[in-house]
């Protein structure tokens, strides 16, 4: 062999073995999102509530949101909301906090997929840190309210909790994608005595999240709230009783007033709802 072919075979096998040496030394990529997720963790754990941080998308559980599955990306709302983004970018910052292992979205999961979509590798996000019950009860929220037939006592308990941690109610509709006067309603369900949540979760098959926020939307004592519960549930017939006819004709004179207004169905739902709020209907 001569020497330019010894120095050129000598020359290929140290490459070789730079080659085979820098794959090896290359990180897995689960593993490196793994450890680049784990410091952004960390990071935010050392930040104040309310502070602002951008964090790449990747490093975010979308999937931590268990109503992802409403997000319909061909839906003409997200269609606009992601036309929106792209014309004037976020006007509200969406809002992230922690458990051991993962970053997620408390408010503004769609925005962050708008992003995402639009292809956007990083987001700008106000952080939350949770108190470990708090974010039991909102892992525990957010699991009921994507079941199709939710748990109305579990989810009323849970936020009561979070309500009682200076959630405001704004933030508690958001969070279940309700209005506010379904958040009331739950928190005064959340607020009936043991007897009635227990006469609620033995006969889940026989009442309904309507009559149960329906009920709530009166001015009951609660001996009237357990009375009207064993009604709905068969246990007892109903006695038309001084307070029942009073509401029953209220009810049949708010339908006869509003037959002789133009109101909308919508101005029509929001009187008869502060009616109700006022304890009149």
Known sequence: MSLNSSRIEETAETIRAIQINNIEAEPDAAELTKTRQKNAINKIKSM?????????ISLIDLSKNKRDEEINENDPDFIQLTESINEIGLIHKPIITIDENSIFPLEG???IVALKRLGNESVSCEVKILERDELNQLTSLIANTARKNWKIIAIAKSLNVLYEKA???EKLAKLI???RTTVLRLLKISNWNEDIHKLIIDNYDKVT???LLNIASRKLTDDEVLNELKILCGIIQRKNSNTEVKYLKNKNKFKEYVKTKN???????????????FGIL
């Open 167 to 169: 959630f405001t109610q």
């Open 263 to 277: 109101y909308s169905d919508i101005e029509i739902k929001l009187i008869e709802e502060a009616l109700m709020e």
């Open 177 to 179: 994608g309700k209005d």
């Open 48 to 56: 104040k509530n309310g502070s602002i941080i951008t964090i790449p």
């Open 209 to 211: 999240q309507k009559s």
């Open 109 to 111: 999961h769609r925005r």
